[in-house]
């Protein structure tokens, strides 16, 4: 079992920058690849970025440069620094860490961008 726990969502303004964080917990040594997901209001779920435990990064085209995935080891947390947001990242963003084919999910935590 694995517990993934989201924070730092939140109100800003286009242009603006939010840091998001993600602590797993639970048997966190199976974990190779964490990930942000987000689902804006009527649309499906999307990915964001990933990371890999050897610090390998993928991005959506449509965050590239302007988020930046981030680890850190010791404290278990995966970080997504959002930068020059837009009204249209305005989303609910999870947490996502796949382990042997199931993917374990945070609660997600809610980013709103004022135009």
């Known amino acids: 079992q694995v517990q993934l726990a989201e924070t730092g969502g939140g109100l800003v303004q286009a242009g603006g920058s939010l840091r998001l964080s993600c602590a797993a917990s639970?048997?966190?040594?199976?974990?190779?690849?964490m990930g942000w997901y987000r689902q804006a209001a009527g649309k499906q779920r999307e990915l964001v970025a990933t990371?890999?435990?050897?610090?390998?990064?993928n991005y959506a085209d449509s965050v590239k440069g302007r988020f930046t995935i981030s680890k850190d080891n010791a404290k278990n947390t995966v970080y997504l620094q959002m930068n020059s947001l837009k009204p249209e990242d305005t989303a609910v963003y999870y947490c996502?860490?796949?382990?042997?084919?199931?993917?374990?999910w945070g609660q997600g935590t809610q980013v709103t961008v004022s135009s």
């Open positions: 996502n860490a796949p382990i042997f084919g199931y993917p374990y």
């Open positions: 639970g048997s966190i040594f199976n974990i190779n690849t």
């Open positions: 990371i890999t435990s050897g610090g390998r990064t």
